[in-house]
T-cell receptor, first 111, second 111 residues
Framework: RKEVEQDPGPFNVPEGATVAFNCTYS??????FFWYRQDCRKEPKLLMS???SGNEDGRFTAQLNRASQYISLLIRDSKLSDSATYLC????????????FGAGTRLAVHP | DAGITQSPRHKVTETGTPVTLRCHQT?????MYWYRQDPGHGLRLIHY???????DKGEVSDGYSVSRSKTEDFLLTLESATSSQTSVYFC??????????FGPGTRLTVT
């Protein structure tokens, strides 16, 4: 079993739709969680850190469920520009802020 | 913009040759990381550094070495490149909020 798992997709949604991604992790001692966005042939860009209380940034909402060991990302009112691959990352409990990444979920938003 | 540059951005080399990739940052961050990204695997940590001359191995360190003789530069060396090291290499820094930001990447092809 991989340490961090994501549904690879693709998720094909129309503009304006709400879409949600989940990411499961295996290490219950993990303390930090992140969502990154990656466009084709570009570097990952931090979308948001995920806090225990959940957090929201405009159309994006991230949640952490420690009991079930998953994090989620909700995108409301999808835009064409949201088309990208979304990577989740989980902090390694061993320190030094090392991250373990999922393989990513591809989102395609169509008109 | 986290002030991270990587060089070269693209490189084609032959099996058995040594290759050095450079990561340069301008903001004096203590922690730096090297990842590789391959289809289906997401980003995997190769080596990381927690200060000048302080480095350690990540998940996929075999065949790679690193050096950090000054804060701003973190070098990744493939001592004798193999075709399995064809990949996209990303460098990252850890900022003051314990969030990682990535450089633009180096596409390496080993023929």
């Amino acid at each position: 079993r991989k340490e961090v798992e994501q549904d690879p997709g693709p998720f094909n949604v129309p503009e304006g739709a709400t879409v949600a991604f989940n990411c499961t992790y295996s290490n219950s001692a993990s303390q930090s969680f992140f969502w990154y966005r990656q466009d084709c042939r570009k570097e990952p860009k931090l979308l948001m850190s995920v806090y225990s209380s959940g957090n929201e940034d405009g159309r994006f909402t991230a949640q952490l469920n420690r009991a079930s060991q998953y994090i989620s990302l909700l995108i409301r009112d999808s835009k064409l520009s949201d088309s990208a691959t979304y990577l989740c990352a989980v902090g390694d409990s061993g320190g030094y802020n090392k991250l373990i990444f999922g393989a990513g979920t591809r989102l395609a938003v169509h008109p | 913009d986290a002030g991270i540059t990587q060089s070269p951005r693209h490189k084609v080399t032959e099996t058995g040759t040594p290759v050095t990739l450079r990561c340069h940052q301008t903001e004096n961050h203590r922690y730096m990381y090297w990842y590789r990204q391959d289809p289906g695997h997401g980003l995997r940590l190769i080596h990381y550094s927690y200060g000048v001359k302080d480095t350690d191995k990540g998940e996929v360190s075999d065949g790679y070495s690193v050096s950090r003789s000054k804060t701003e530069d973190f070098l990744l060396t493939l001592e004798s490149a193999t075709s399995s090291q064809t990949s996209v290499y990303f460098c990252a820094i850890l900022d003051d909020r314990s969030e990682q930001y990535f450089g633009p990447g180096t596409r390496l092809t080993v023929t």
